[in-house]
């Protein structure tokens, strides 16, 4: 057997959300939205069941949806893709997938982002990469250029970036983004950008993506999920967008993981795309409602909460809250005295993890992230005694 895989243990939110099922636990750890989703966006995947051919699609995406995607972005983002830019995934974690093994030869270095997405280092090293970390601490999560430069070396080949960064629920400002792209265009590097959360932002503020900077629409992959975006994330729909030089080792990477979607989910998202621009900012301000019933809540119990600029997500700081014990410590004692789930942030670590973070998730009804919020007041003195 595969070492890599045969010593893995089970994803934290796997693991966290088994349990949370079989204790009856609120489960405020896996980020998935309560909701149906857009109506029409459903209605769209059902007729198109019926009405549209359930044959393989092109390898590459429908058409339909590649120039749907590429319009998306020029209306939001002001991008300037076109179609033959952008290979349709079976969701983000598989355009992850296809992007590193596409861009990451053995031997390579890439320079990853800690608290970082749980699937990027094994994929990495699946390439016969070299994950390089660059370690980020609550409560700014800070990017800084001299970690940065420390951890780069003449074998580096490409950074991850996933912005908004979850589970930090921190986005990069035009300042950070351009002291990034300056750095990779320096180094020579591809930048994989996991954009998912694009449309998960609050307070106003718009992400900007890092292939629109000076020198990065050449050498960046940017990766979208219409899962993150119409809160479907069982619909497993994204896409990579590249330059053609890009996209075309892209696409051959693609080819041999699950080769195409189904053409019923990606005629849906390519109707969402174009009409639900409304219901994308409607959720957004229903999320951003979540965020501070939960803060507040979690704040009036006594619990010290970080920022939450975007994503499904806010965390605690248990040191700040008085609470003695590490993340995991406290998420299972949670799960068993409270019986509310949530997830450890030194999962998210790949070595020297920060633990005295966890992370909830509050994109719930309001009844619930209540019922949630009460049970972790009641249990609040009892884990402060550790």
Same mark, same amino acid.
């Given at each position: 057997?595969?070492?890599?895989?045969?010593?893995?243990?089970?994803?934290?939110?796997? @693991?966290? !959300?088994? #349990?949370? &099922? *079989?204790?009856?636990?609120? $489960?405020?750890?896996?980020?998935? +939205?309560?909701?149906? =989703?857009?109506?029409?966006?459903?209605e769209?995947?059902?007729r198109?069941?019926?009405?549209?051919?359930?044959?393989?699609?092109?390898?590459?995406?429908?058409?339909?949806?590649?120039?749907?995607?590429?319009?998306?972005?020029?209306?939001?983002?002001?991008?300037?893709?076109?179609?033959?830019?952008?290979?349709?995934?079976?969701?983000?974690?598989?355009?992850?997938?296809?992007?590193?093994?596409?861009?990451?030869?053995?031997?390579?270095?890439?320079?990853?982002?800690?608290?970082?997405?749980?699937?990027?280092?094994?994929?990495?090293?699946?390439?016969?990469?070299?994950?390089?970390?660059?370690?980020?601490?609550?409560?700014?999560?800070?990017?800084?250029?001299?970690?940065?430069?420390? @951890?780069? !070396?003449s #074998?580096? &080949? *490409?950074?991850?970036?996933? $912005?908004?960064?979850?589970?930090? +629920?921190?986005?990069? =400002?035009?300042?950070?983004?351009?002291?990034?792209?300056?750095?990779?265009?320096?180094?020579?590097?591809i930048?994989?950008?996991?954009?998912?959360?694009?449309?998960?932002?609050?307070?106003?503020?718009?992400?900007?993506?890092?292939?629109?900077?000076?020198?990065?629409?050449?050498?960046?992959?940017?990766?979208?999920?219409?899962?993150?975006?119409?809160?479907?994330?069982?619909?497993?729909?994204?896409?990579?967008?590249?330059?053609?030089?890009?996209?075309?080792?892209?696409?051959?990477?693609?080819?041999?993981?699950?080769?195409?979607?189904?053409?019923?989910?990606q005629?849906?998202?390519a109707?969402?795309?174009?009409?639900?621009?409304?219901?994308?900012?409607?959720?957004?301000?229903?999320?951003?409602?979540? #965020?501070? &019933?939960?803060?507040?809540?979690?704040?009036?119990?006594?619990?010290?909460?970080?920022?939450?600029?975007?994503?499904?997500?806010?965390?605690?700081?248990l040191?700040?809250?008085?609470?003695?014990?590490?993340?995991?410590?406290?998420?299972?004692?949670?799960?068993?005295?409270?019986?509310?789930?949530?997830?450890?942030?030194?999962?998210?670590?790949?070595?020297?993890?920060?633990?005295?973070?966890?992370?909830?998730?509050?994109?719930?009804?309001?009844?619930?992230?209540?019922?949630?919020?009460?049970?972790?007041?009641?249990?609040?003195?009892?884990?402060?005694?550790?």
């Open positions: 057997m595969n070492p890599l895989y045969a010593r893995m243990g089970t994803t934290i939110f796997e @693991a966290m !959300s088994a #349990r949370a &099922r *079989a204790t009856g636990a609120i $489960n405020l750890g896996q980020g998935f +939205a309560d909701g149906r =989703g857009p109506e029409a966006v459903l769209a995947a059902a198109a069941v019926v009405e549209r051919s359930n044959q393989y699609p092109p390898m590459l995406g429908l058409p339909e949806l590649r120039h749907a995607v590429a319009d998306h972005y020029a209306r939001h983002q002001g991008l300037n893709l076109t179609a033959e830019e952008v290979v349709v995934t079976s969701g983000a974690t598989e355009a992850l997938a296809a992007a590193i093994f596409a861009c990451v030869s053995p031997g390579d270095e890439v320079i990853c982002f800690q608290p970082l997405y749980d699937a990027y280092v094994p994929l990495i090293r699946q390439a016969g990469g070299v994950p390089k970390f660059v370690r980020l601490q609550p409560p700014e999560w800070k990017i800084d250029r001299a970690a940065l430069e420390a @951890a780069v !070396s #074998r580096t &080949r *490409a950074l991850i970036l996933n $912005n908004p960064l979850n589970p930090a +629920a921190t986005m990069c =400002g035009a300042d950070a983004l351009a002291m990034l792209a300056d750095f990779c265009v320096a180094h020579d590097l930048a994989i950008c996991d954009e998912v959360w694009e449309h998960v932002t609050f307070d106003g503020a718009r992400h900007l993506p890092l292939i629109g900077f000076p020198g990065m629409r050449e050498r960046t992959v940017k990766i979208g999920s219409a899962g993150k975006i119409f809160a479907l994330t069982g619909f497993k729909v994204g896409w990579m967008c590249a330059a053609p030089a890009i996209a075309r080792v892209l696409s051959k990477a693609h080819q041999f993981l699950t080769f195409t979607t189904p053409p019923n989910l005629w849906a998202v109707e969402g795309l174009a009409t639900q621009d409304g219901w994308v900012q409607e959720a957004r301000h229903r999320f951003q409602h979540g #965020r501070d &019933r939960l803060r507040a809540g979690l704040a009036t119990a006594g619990f010290a909460v970080l920022p939450s600029a975007a994503t499904y997500f806010l965390s605690v700081d040191a700040a809250s008085g609470i003695a014990l590490d993340d995991v410590a406290f998420a299972n004692r949670l799960i068993d005295e409270a019986g509310v789930a949530c997830i450890p942030v030194s999962a998210f670590y790949a070595e020297q993890p920060v633990t005295s973070v966890a992370r909830f998730c509050f994109v719930k009804e309001d009844a619930t992230l209540d019922a949630a919020i009460a049970r972790i007041a009641e249990a609040r003195e009892r884990l402060a005694g550790g």
